[in-house]
C-alpha cells in the first residue's frame, strides 16, 4: 500500500448524529438474511452506532424486537433471551443484550452474570423515522474502551403467540428466517483498526 514501515494508519472512526436520519454510509451498511432490510454498523472511540433499515421498523407493534448481542467486559453466555417460545444460541459468548421495541416506547440494555439476563442502566439514545431506526451505545456501558474487538449480531424478533418469527439477521448468513433459529454467524469488528465494518467478514 506504499505506507514505510514507520508510517501509522489512521483508525476508522465515524460519529452518527442519533436524529433518525440516515447517514450512516455505504462502508458501514450490512446485507441481512431478509431482503430490503439493511443493518448499519458504526464506531468512534466512545461510541457504537447500530441501525436499522426494512418495513417492520414502522410496525408500531409491542410484540416485534429489534434485537442485539454484544460482547463487552465481565461474564458471558451463548444462550440468549427467551421471548415467548423463541430462544437462540448464540455464535459467540455475549455480555449485553439491546433490544428496542418497534412500538418505539421501550428500549432496553440487559447485562448477563453467566446465568441470568438483568436489565442494566443504558445511556445511548434512540430515533426513528419511518423505516429507519438507529441506536449509539456508548462503550462505558459495556465495560469497555477502545480500542478493542467487539462480536455483534443482530436480527428482528417477532413474539405473537401463532405468529413467532426470527428475520433481518446480521451478518445475512446467520440464520434463514423462520421461526426459533439459531445464530450461526457474527461480525467481530475491530475497533482500533483502519477497516470500516463493512470490510469486516462474518465468523466463524
Not at 461510541?47 to 409491542?62: E, K, M
Not at 449509539?136 to 413467532?164: C, K, Q, R, W, Y
Amino acid at each position: 500500500d506504499g505506507c514505510s514501515p514507520t508510517c501509522t494508519v489512521e483508525a476508522y472512526s465515524h460519529t452518527v448524529v442519533i436524529d433518525g436520519t440516515n447517514d450512516f454510509s455505504v462502508a458501514e451498511t450490512l446485507s441481512t438474511s431478509t431482503p430490503a432490510f439493511f443493518g448499519y454498523v458504526a464506531w468512534d472511540d466512545t461510541t457504537l452506532y447500530l441501525g436499522l433499515l426494512g418495513a417492520d421498523v414502522s410496525a408500531n407493534d409491542a410484540q416485534r424486537w429489534l434485537l442485539v448481542y454484544m460482547s463487552g467486559g465481565g461474564p458471558s453466555v451463548a444462550s440468549g433471551v427467551t421471548y415467548n417460545t423463541q430462544g437462540p444460541s448464540l455464535p459467540f459468548a455475549a455480555g449485553f443484550h439491546l433490544r428496542w421495541r418497534t412500538d418505539n416506547s421501550y428500549t432496553d440494555l440487559q447485562q448477563t452474570d453467566g446465568a441470568t439476563w438483568t436489565s442494566i442502566q443504558w445511556t445511548g439514545a434512540v430515533a426513528r423515522s419511518g423505516d429507519f431506526v438507529e441506536l449509539s451505545v456508548p462503550l462505558t456501558d459495556l465495560g469497555l474502551s477502545a480500542p478493542l474487538f467487539l462480536d455483534l449480531h443482530m436480527s428482528m424478533i417477532n413474539e405473537t403467540a401463532l405468529n413467532e418469527w426470527t428475520w433481518a439477521g446480521v451478518p445475512e448468513t446467520s440464520f434463514v428466517d423462520g421461526y426459533d433459529p439459531d445464530y450461526s454467524r457474527y461480525y467481530q469488528f475491530d475497533l482500533g483498526g483502519a477497516d470500516p465494518p463493512g470490510a469486516h467478514l462474518p465468523l466463524p
